[in-house]
């Protein structure tokens, strides 16, 4: 594995960092002097401090203490110790505002990596908040994993054993794509004879022969149609929920992310998270293709901190239920049968959309100007993707121009994809989450181990030269940067296995997925993802220098301390009191947005 190199900067590029300085002057700079500073800057890898400019925000030196200490005399200097900075990590692809009201209190995540590995975790969890909570009272449990759990499928009549108060309960399946609930749930939303409506379009509801629910609403629209009634009685203050999730990235080291399925719903939620002193995050969103105002311009009033990226479309579903789009199939065991997967090949019957219906929306949105953003898990879906875009892109001259349109998760994709991908200026987000938690499961029980072992092709990614990333996907999985680094070097699971260890990356490579690739593929390459001049100031601060611990180790002995956004360093903790003192009630419309297009990964 190589190292980053140690080597401090040159005199000539000291003098250059100095001439520049003046250009940031302002009697408010700050200087850092770390233990050690690793800026991603290929031309400056090295350094001992930093200054930045509390008004701009941003950079104005980077280099030796002395340099740095000359290019602002009067600076006040504060020294972090053994602390070592690198930029904020950047995670591209997210889900705020879905994430934090489903996994943050008064929530309850109860997936397998949080710490509930069975369905009997699960069970008794339930039983414990059914009997705290106060009478009535809705809750809304997040991360039921039907193959990590061995689950059964949490119907009415299991819900309703397990909570014996006749309280209205919420089971969200990890996958996003379903909805568990009990006999109180279905009284509320007024279903004569227990009886559900007509199924909606995109969505349907379980029922038992007689015609009753049984407790079971799969896909958006019939989630939100249940969901929706019950989430303000169980989610009071929608806004700070997600304040809790920003809070969360931010002690992960993450200053920069997206919201992948943005709808004008959000709007006026992330104006007020950007608009207090103690943010921590900046955003980017995508708007999802199938709303009508998705082509609308949206500008918030700090666009540093929050601008409209680009537009999200989805090709196929989840892994986890076997509704993606490839071309082999899952094997036929007691896992694969107990987590009702479709074992398959569906190949292109598992896309979301035709053909034809692909290129419509493509044809829609590539004048305006937007970057495209497509959902797409498995290597038939992939070639599609890649036929639409190539068809798009030369149709509207796109071909050899700065587009940077994407490609996310990709957990069945091949090589050759990788590389078409390529020649066509398209960039690829990887989800090593995939990988990390059910890469035990995905070689040799769901999938033969020529394609299981393979899954999130990391190293493949590696070889492109459009930057590939690496992502986190919000309530699916922990915005967890550092885990994604230490286990896509190693090419280990959470268990430890190696699976596909062709596939294992450097630890070059995996920052780089992780901070400057990040501000490439969300198009803000000199704005963020490294410590340059010029740059906002937007660093993470580490318990140690990640290049000098064996890959091995990194999870052990390398912890986030803290962040800095545009040079403040952040207190999760005023944020939390700044949001909580919003007034609530305006914001309460966040949960149906989110809902409205919630998905799976």
């Not at 409506?197 to 007689?210: E, H, I, L, W």
């Not at 199939?329 to 692909?358: F, V």
């Not at 879906?381 to 798009?392: H, M, N, P, Q, T």
């Not at 995996?510 to 740059?535: C, F, M, W």
């Amino acid at each position: 594995m190589k190292k980053i190199s140690r080597t401090f900067i040159s005199k000539s590029i000291a003098t250059l960092v100095m001439c520049s300085a003046p250009l940031f002057a302002s009697a408010d700079v700050v200087v850092l002097k770390a233990a050690n500073i690793i800026t991603m800057d290929e031309k400056n890898p090295r350094a001992e401090a930093i200054a930045f400019d509390t008004d701009t925000k941003k950079i104005t030196a980077v280099g030796s203490l002395k340099d740095v200490r000359a290019s602002a005399p009067n600076a006040t200097v504060k020294d972090l110790g053994t602390t070592v900075l690198m930029p904020g990590f950047i995670d591209p692809h997210n889900h705020p505002i879905l994430s934090g009201i489903t996994t943050q209190s008064p929530s309850f995540w109860i997936a397998p990596y949080v710490g509930y590995k069975t369905w009997a975790d699960v069970q008794k969890k339930i039983q414990k908040e059914d009997k705290a909570a106060p009478a009535g009272k809705p809750l809304v449990f997040n991360g039921i994993d039907r193959l990590l759990q061995q689950a059964p499928a949490p119907t009415r009549d299991i819900l309703d054993r397990l909570t014996p108060s006749g309280r209205p309960i919420l089971v969200i399946d990890n996958s996003g794509h379903a909805v568990y609930f009990n006999t109180a749930v279905i009284k509320i939303l007024g279903w004569k004879d227990g009886k559900p409506p007509a199924d909606p379009v995109g969505g349907s509801y379980g029922r038992n022969p007689d015609g009753t629910s049984n407790g079971i609403a799969n896909e958006a629209a019939a989630l939100a149609a249940v969901v929706g009634p019950i989430l303000p009685k169980a989610v009071p203050h929608i806004l700070l929920s997600t304040a809790k999730w920003y809070a969360y990235m931010a002690s992960l080291g993450v200053t920069s992310t997206s919201e992948h399925t943005y709808n004008s719903g959000m709007y006026k939620g992330y104006q007020a998270l950007a608009s207090v002193p103690d943010t921590p995050l900046r955003l980017h969103v995508y708007h999802m293709a199938i709303d009508a105002d998705a082509g609308d311009q949206a500008t918030w009033s700090d666009p540093s901190l929050v601008r409209k990226n680009g537009i999200k479309l989805w090709a196929d579903g989840t892994p986890w239920l076997g509704t993606v789009a490839q071309s082999f199939p899952y094997l036929e065991n007691s896992t694969t049968k107990n987590a009702q997967i479709i074992i398959g090949p569906l190949g292109e019957k598992g896309m979301n959309y035709t053909r034809l219906q692909l290129d419509q929306m493509l044809d829609k949105y590539a004048p305006m100007g937007y970057q495209m953003a497509f959902h797409c898990n498995g290597d038939v879906g992939f070639d599609v993707v890649l036929d639409a875009y190539e068809r798009a892109l030369n149709t509207h001259n796109l071909i050899g121009t700065d587009h940077r349109w994407r490609v996310e998760h990709l957990g069945s994709a091949r090589a050759d994809q990788f590389q078409r991908a390529e020649k066509l200026g398209v960039t690829i987000s990887l989800a090593p989450f995939q990988y990390i938690y059910w890469g035990d499961l995905l070689d040799g029980t769901m999938f033969k181990s020529e394609y299981g072992s393979q899954w999130q092709r990391a190293g493949d990614g590696m070889k492109m030269k459009t930057r590939t990333t690496f992502h986190n996907d919000g309530s699916v999985s922990p915005p967890d940067t550092l885990r994604n680094i230490a286990r896509m070097v190693t090419r280990t699971t959470d268990s430890g296995k190696v699976h596909g260890a062709n596939q294992a990356v450097t630890l070059d490579q995996a920052l780089k997925a992780s901070t400057i690739n990040g501000a490439y593929q969300l198009k803000r390459e000199k704005d963020i993802g490294s410590l340059e001049v010029g740059k906002f100031a937007d660093l993470v601060e580490l318990s140690a220098d990640i290049t000098a611990v064996k890959p091995n180790e990194i999870l052990e002995k390398v912890k986030v301390k803290g962040t800095w956004l545009g040079g403040k360093k952040i207190d999760t903790t005023k944020f939390i009191e700044q949001i909580s003192a919003i007034d609530p009630t305006e914001h309460q419309g966040m949960g149906t947005a989110a809902l409205k297009n919630a998905h799976t990964h």
